[in-house]
């Protein structure tokens, strides 16, 4: 039974944050209107805890399904690049096992020609900035000549290049520049064919892979 005095419970208005002593002329009122809507306190009360916690479920289901998403997303790019590397290491190597002499022989003769008649100082002292050793050009020519002169075959003459501290620098950087130094100028008809060689070439010298696997083009025997 209700008695004069404040009981000693609080009203939480749940369409309001405010919170007022519960005393006996409110306690009336509420006990009232809890009979008429047929409800209580506590009803209302465990009803939030349930909304809280199946919400609190689905936040972390939530979460739980984005993070395996975000795995298997990872997972696929993952696999995705292992391919696209395989697949231009596949076609590094095929390039490297089936490529022509006539290759070779003009990626070394237009090296050769452009060393021996470059004139352009800017150009002159790019190059001697890539030898180790900072060779004076002339002297990087002199090497350059010695070097393709004392090599027969046209991949041992890359090999040559491409394994020599002072030249192989210079060697790919007429390659990584070789459309403007020769190709546009040249008479080689399929200019895009040897453009995409030349491209195999150099993404087999940064794989470290060119030396050990450029190979001697061989005629086969009717």
């Known amino acids: 039974m209700l008695t004069k005095k404040a009981v000693g419970y609080r009203l939480i208005d749940y369409r309001s944050e405010d919170i007022q002593p519960l005393t006996v002329g409110s306690g009336l009122r509420i006990v009232k209107k809890i009979q008429k809507r047929r409800c209580s306190f506590r009803f209302v009360g465990m009803d939030l805890l349930t909304v809280l916690n199946q919400y609190y479920d689905y936040m972390k289901s939530f979460k739980g399904i984005q993070f395996s998403q975000k795995i298997e997303n990872s997972k696929s790019e993952t696999e995705d690049s292992h391919q696209i590397v395989e ?6 190597m095929d390039f490297l096992e089936k490529s022509k002499l006539n290759t ?29 050793d900072k060779w004076e050009y002339k002297h990087i020519s ?81």
């Open 142 to 222: 002199l090497r350059v000549y010695q070097n393709l002169r004392n090599c027969g075959r046209s991949n041992l003459k890359i090999k040559n290049l491409i394994q020599n501290r002072n030249l192989k620098g210079v060697f790919i950087n007429f390659l990584e520049n070789s459309d403007d130094l020769w190709i546009k100028q040249s008479k080689i008809k399929d200019k895009e064919g040897i453009k995409k060689q030349i491209n195999l070439i150099i993404e087999a010298y940064k794989k470290n892979i060119l030396a050990n696997n450029i190979q001697f083009y061989k005629k086969h025997k009717k």
């Open 87 to 92: 697949q231009q290491e596949g076609e590094i």
């Open 104 to 132: 070779y022989k003009n990626i070394i003769f237009a090296f050769f020609k452009h060393i021996q008649e470059c004139v352009d100082p800017v150009q002159q002292e790019k190059y001697e900035q890539l030898t180790e």
